[in-house]
């Protein structure tokens, strides 16, 4: 009798667009900053924030100027979105390596169908090669969740970040 059960992976970035900003600038790594809202009047919202202001209690959807209430010293980026495409079409390009049955959960994550990889490769060892690969390739770091259904293999993503690697 055949297996039906499927090895299906989420993958999603973490801290998407301060780990771009990080990308762009070094200065920013192991900082206190959020990205988002205007670059002129510090108004708005905060699309991300990096975890280190994340620890401060600082988090997306926070209005920029509480944000700046917590820690007057945080560092603000404005949003560069031609940046995440960019690196969402390096990442999406990326996955087509393990597989052409791959759906956008969004501009940085992704589902992706390894159930035919993985009868190659541990789906643990995929998961770890692709983790390592995004990081060495693009400095883009990623937490995976492996399931055999998308629901759960968001939820195992969750789970475990950044960095992490989960199965349910």
């Given amino acids: 009798m055949k297996n039906n059960i499927k090895i299906i992976f989420h993958i999603d970035l973490n801290a998407f667009f301060a780990s771009c900003a990080v990308i762009k ?27 280190e202001a994340r620890k401060l209690g600082i988090h997306s959807a926070m209005n920029i100027n509480d944000a700046f209430r917590i820690y007057p010293k945080l560092i603000f980026v404005p949003t560069e979105f031609s940046l995440y495409k960019k690196y969402s079409e390096l990442f999406f390009s990326f996955l087509k390596r ?15 169908d390894m159930t035919e990889a993985s009868m190659k490769k541990h789906p643990m060892d995929l998961a770890k090669e692709i983790q390592d690969g995004l990081m060495k390739e693009y400095q883009l770091p990623c937490s995976i969740g492996i399931a055999p259904t998308l629901f759960l293999a968001k939820m195992a993503s969750d789970m475990k970040k950044p960095l992490g690697i989960t199965v349910l």
């Fill in 25 to 51: 600038d070094p200065y920013l790594k192991n900082k206190a900053f959020v990205v988002g809202g205007s670059s002129t009047f510090r108004r708005g919202v905060v699309s991300t924030a990096s975890y």
């Fill in 98 to 112: 393990y597989s052409n049955l791959i759906i956008e959960g969004s501009i940085d994550e992704a589902y992706i």
